[in-house]
């Protein structure tokens, strides 16, 4: 880990003043007059950090003065936009130990997963001794935690939430001076895999579906639509297809005619799909009003065969 590495190497680094930390793909924007997510998607090397406004020799002048520098993005609820995206039981595992070890962070912690303002993606610039302390704080948290649960294979956000916890506490203590920055993401282009079952009934609402999806898909991402329907039907599916879809631009719409049963399709998808590890699979009438990208980078199946979002309760604006 990052954060470990640069807390028991702190003399070798130079035994900075402030320390920041970062993330993959992600880096702040020192201007705080904005408090943003900008993605960016055509990465010049020889512009970015100008476009940060980055200059090492102005950085002591940036920081001066101030405890820590967070970035706060914002959820419907930051709880609730944990367990429809990951495990609940490892969220509510980390609160508990947090109880435990920490009693005194019972109420920040409550007032945290109970707001909207989050810290995602560990991302901070600590003051040395500030740094010290979260860096005190998390791991003895993060070592409990993984006493307590098998590691082996597992990808999780917790630290994430902590972090967030930690922050919260911070900006409510009055002899601490910060301010927000935002940051700057590297978006790559996305793939989305996508499976649907069509019944000969529901041939058109299913090509008008299909439509719905393109319509509304952001052209920096790709479709591969696989069409699934019974052996005979094929050729009526892919007929009706033809007549509603005439943009197929940055998508591969095939039709592929079978034996199973819509209730048993997923159970077989990795037959017919044997590339993807992860797909977004829809059945029944379904009109799609955002790129499907969104959801499926925001779908974790790390701990799941399967997995989804409740219809009543996915906000894209959320991702």
């Known amino acids: 880990m990052y954060r470990e590495n640069a807390w028991k190497n702190y003399d070798e680094l130079g035994n900075p003043d402030y320390i920041g930390l970062m993330h993959y793909r992600r880096h702040f924007i020192f201007n705080d007059k904005l408090n943003d997510v900008i993605n960016i998607r055509d990465f010049d090397a020889d512009t970015y950090l100008d476009f940060l406004n980055y200059s090492e020799e102005e950085m002591s002048d940036f920081v001066e003065g101030y405890d820590f520098i967070p970035h706060i993005g914002r959820v419907g609820n930051v709880y609730h936009h944990y367990i429809q995206n990951q495990r609940k039981e490892d969220i509510d595992l980390a609160i508990q130990i947090v109880l435990d070890l920490y009693p005194e962070y019972e109420e920040p912690m409550k007032q945290y997963f109970s707001g909207s303002d989050s810290n995602f993606c560990n991302m901070c610039i600590f003051k040395r001794e500030l740094f010290f302390e979260y860096c005190e704080w998390i791991f ?26 930690f922050v919260h506490k911070l900006m409510n203590m009055q002899e601490l001076k910060y301010k927000k920055l935002p ?27 299909l439509m719905s999806m393109l ?28 007549q509603y879809i005439k943009d197929k631009a940055k998508c591969v719409i095939k039709v592929i005619g079978i034996d199973e049963s819509s209730e048993i399709l997923p159970l077989y998808l990795e037959r017919y799909m044997p590339s993807d590890n992860k797909c977004v699979y829809i059945s029944g009438k379904v009109l799609t009003l955002h790129d499907m990208a969104e959801f499926y980078r925001i779908c974790s199946v790390d701990d799941y065969l399967a997995v989804g979002v409740p219809l009543d309760r996915y906000d894209p604006s959320e991702s």
């Open 183 to 209: 940051i700057a993401f590297l978006d790559e282009p996305t793939t989305v895999p996508i499976a649907l079952y069509v019944d000969e009934e529901e041939s058109t609402s299913a090509a008008i579906n």
């Open 215 to 242: 319509e509304n898909k952001d052209e920096y991402s790709t479709y591969k639509l696989n069409v699934f329907c019974k052996k005979e039907f094929k050729k009526l599916v892919e007929n009706k297809i033809r």
């Open 140 to 165: 003895s948290i993060m070592q409990e935690f993984e006493n307590r649960v098998d590691m082996s294979q597992k990808r999780f956000f917790i630290s994430e939430r902590l972090t967030g916890i």
